[in-house]
T-cell receptor, first 117, second 113 residues
Framework: AQKITQTQPGMFVQEKEAVTLDCTYD???????LFWYKQPSSGEMIFLIY??????QNATEGRYSLNFQKARKSANLVISASQLGDSAMYFC??????????????FGKGTLLTVNP | DSGVTQTPKHLITATGQRVTLRCSPR?????VYWYQQSLDQGLQFLIQ???????AKGNILERFSAQQFPDLHSELNLSSLELGDSALYFC????????????FGPGTRLTVT
């Protein structure tokens, strides 16, 4: 079974509007972390936001917020006031913490976001 | 700029050859991770080192090997290259064990012809 599922291969949004990118995960580990990364066409991977499984509040970083619903095992990324520069591939990833020192990230297949002017 | 450096940026080589990819982590980061991104497999974890020691292995082929040196830079060695090894190879680093973020380098794009 896939550990990270991103069901939206592509999304379109108008500039200045908000957009939600979906991510569901599967783990039996009580301690884990959820990440979102942005990959523009230039190829680099840019860290956006992190949510720990024990964090009581949803993470926010500027225009990015993570809608964490633990019972539903979802960690959706919300981008407010979209900008043209937000057009990129977005990856959701999970780190399961109970594997000792193994801090590897497991990635979803990504969502390609296009912001229209 | 994440602070993680990778060289070279691009690499074109022939099947059967061997290449070495180099990574320098962010200052202060002791842990280095290698990932492979290809069109068919997506982003996959290959291997992790912490302070010179191998900590975890993922979907790394036997033809691939890595090491982390005393100055904490890491090298990923790919040998007997096949067409299917063409991919973007990322190195990431983190402050282990307390850091939550893994910061990625710009990647090395390997093309095997």
């Amino acid at each position: 079974a896939q550990k990270i599922t991103q069901t939206q291969p592509g999304m379109f949004v108008q500039e200045k509007e908000a957009v939600t990118l979906d991510c569901t995960y599967d783990t039996s580990d009580p301690s884990y972390g959820l990440f979102w990364y942005k990959q523009p066409s230039s190829g680099e991977m840019i860290f956006l936001i992190y949510q720990g499984s024990y964090d009581q509040q949803n993470a926010t970083e500027g225009r990015y917020s993570l809608n964490f619903q633990k019972a539903r095992k979802s960690a959706n990324l919300v981008i407010s006031a979209s900008q043209l520069g937000d057009s990129a591939m977005y990856f959701c990833a999970m780190r399961e913490n109970s594997g000792g020192s193994n801090y590897k990230l497991t990635f979803g297949k990504g969502t390609l976001l296009t912001v229209n002017p | 700029d994440s602070g993680v450096t990778q060289t070279p940026k691009h690499l074109i080589t022939a099947t059967g050859q061997r290449v070495t990819l180099r990574c320098s982590p962010r200052s202060g980061d002791l842990s280095v991770y290698w990932y492979q991104q290809s069109l068919d497999q997506g982003l996959q974890f290959l291997i992790q080192y912490y302070n010179g020691e191998e900590r975890a292995k993922g979907n790394i082929l036997e033809r691939f090997s890595a090491q982390q040196f005393p100055d904490l830079h890491s090298e990923l060695n790919l040998s007997s290259l096949e067409l299917g090894d063409s991919a973007l190879y990322f190195c990431a680093s983190s402050v282990f064990p307390t850091g939550n973020e893994q910061y990625f380098g710009p990647g090395t794009r390997l093309t095997v012809t």
